[in-house]
């Protein structure tokens, strides 16, 4: 139940803000939107304001925003305005109506990653500064305390958090006796520390500090730590094309699962999983295949560097071929997604 929840609330915020990356540029452009709906299939509940159609229907996968002029027929109650169609806007227009979608998604990514910088921080990974004791191990029962600076390990001198685990590793017994200073006083903690079989290292249980950014530090931090993984993104997505990594994509059903893992695990960790979805699903729709937005991309910028259109008949069969070949890839995923879990 928690990761139906969790799933529905992560596509339902990916696609509303997806769609209305859309809407804001439709509606900037003065290109007339006559339905904004979430979801496919049925109509379960709409209402109509201002001209526009806000609609929930039945199957919560997806969304769309209907525009005067696109390929969709128009309903009865629509009241079109041919003035404002999009085929008329000239070809940047379009392209930053099309583009808005995943503008928007990378925007939320970035906000949201940006809060955490903020509200949550990071761990402090330099600094050998205890953040957390973990109960039943050894350094729970030797006294360590949140905020102690390791001074040194068995006389082996510690500046940075790296070099406590390959202190641990390189000492050869369990007796061990840690020097912190703790607001200002330097106080011993002497125990054992086992080695662990399983781990193949001593495990003294302690995890670093966390650091909280300002806001306008975060801000900027978030842009570095969005364009780190929309890198690692697009770099992993080649490597799975040119068959130097192993494809391991997860469809619905494996999203669903992992938002749950994620909910499961806090808010904060459910945070960071909706940032990297929205950071996904931003790349990938503006990769240049038919049926994605930066298939659609694709002919608007050879149109901006032509100034001719490409024959719309054809755009569109290449985009209806490219959705044909997008549903097949998710109906294979999502097999693969229910047999994974069923094994």
Known sequence: MVSLAAFLLVIGVCVIIHEGGHYLAAVWRNVQVHEFAFGMGPRLFSKR?????????????????????????????????????????????????????????????WILTALLLACY????TKSPVVGN????FPAAQMGAQTGDKILSINGEPISEWSQIRTTFQEIDTDSVTVLVDRNGTTVS??????????????????????????????????????WTMSVDILRGLWQMLTGRLQADVAGPVGI???AGDAARQGFWTFITFLAVINLNLGLLNLLPLPALDGGRLVFLFGEMLSGRKFPEKWENRIHIVGFALLIALIAFVTWKDIARLMG
């Open 49 to 109: 304001r201002n001209g526009v159609l806000w609609a929930v229907r039945a199957f919560p996968i997806g969304g769309f925003v209907r525009l005067e002029g696109m390929e969709d027929e128009p309903l009865p109650e629509d009241t079109p305005d041919p003035t404002r169609a999009f085929p008329l806007r000239k070809a940047w227009e379009r392209f930053a109506i099309i583009a808005g979608g995943a503008f928007a998604n990378i925007v939320l990514a």
């Open 121 to 124: 921080g990071v761990l402090d």
């Open 189 to 226: 903690l002497s125990g054992t520390v086992p080695y662990n079989e399983d781990q193949k290292a001593r495990l003294w249980g302690i995890q670093p500090s966390r650091t909280k950014y300002s806001p306008l530090k975060a801000a900027a931090g978030s842009l570095g730590y969005c």
């Open 256 to 258: 669903a699962v992992m």
């Open 133 to 136: 004791v973990m109960p039943d």
